[in-house]
Antibody
């Protein structure tokens, strides 16, 4: 079965750090560009970051640039999001998601993880 | 950044009726790289439509997408009880990716 399984939810204090993980199975992880998307409680979807299948390029939303770092370990079929200098406004459900087609530049997201709830609160 | 505006915010209809959801972009979406997602409470979004009008794998043919440039539409021809959910459009042709604010489709 093609799936993305994410790590469990956490609570962290403002200014703290956290690393999210997303483990892929059922497909050739190396071939796909991956994304992080977040959703604040009761709100809509916000794109956060992407990393190309070839690991050469990464991109970030302005709201997280300089604080978050996306990475992947293809040997472990895993995607990561290192989150530093966390703010209360980063509180959200974080989803990892896969491009629909391998080796694609621009694409929709056809497989999503179950989400990891990140709560930034003192 | 392309801003996507969805309308209406909430749509109240009955099973069997036709639903028409709109997504308008602040500038032309490159190559019609526009997708639609369905999200139910407590679930991750599900891809319905990509490239403005192509149905994703396993999506019933009562779902259809149309449009180009700045104006896009998702149509559900005959609503089933399981179709009541929140729907988001997304453009992925111009960096950064962006999503609309969502349309809630509720049972009348």
């Amino acid at each position: 079965e093609v799936q993305l399984v994410q790590s469990g939810g956490v609570v962290v204090q403002p200014g703290g750090s956290l690393r999210l993980s997303c483990e892929a199975s059922g497909f050739t992880f190396d071939d796909y560009t991956m994304h992080w998307v977040r959703q604040a409680p009761g709100k809509g979807l916000e794109w956060v970051s992407l990393i190309n299948w070839d690991v050469i390029n990464t991109y970030y939303a302005d709201s997280v640039k300089g604080r978050f770092t996306i990475s992947r370990d293809n040997s472990k079929n895993s995607l990561y999001l290192q989150m530093n200098s966390l703010r209360t406004e980063d509180t959200a459900l974080y989803y990892c998601a896969r491009h629909k087609s391998p080796y694609s530049g621009d694409d929709a997201f056809d497989i999503w993880g179950q989400g990891t709830m990140v709560t930034v609160s003192s | 950044e392309i801003v996507l505006t969805q309308s209406p915010g909430t749509l109240s209809l009955s099973p069997g009726e036709r639903a028409t959801l709109s997504c308008r972009a602040s500038q032309s979406v490159s190559s019609s790289f526009l997708a639609w997602y369905q999200q139910k409470p407590g679930q991750a979004p599900r891809l319905l439509i990509y490239a403005a009008s192509s149905r994703a794998t396993g999506i019933p043919d009562r779902f259809s997408g149309s449009g180009s440039g700045t104006d896009f539409t998702l149509t559900i021809s005959r609503l089933e009880p399981e179709d009541f959910a929140v729907y988001y459009c997304q453009q992925y042709g111009n960096a950064p990716n962006s999503f609309g604010q969502g349309t809630k489709l509720e049972i009348k």
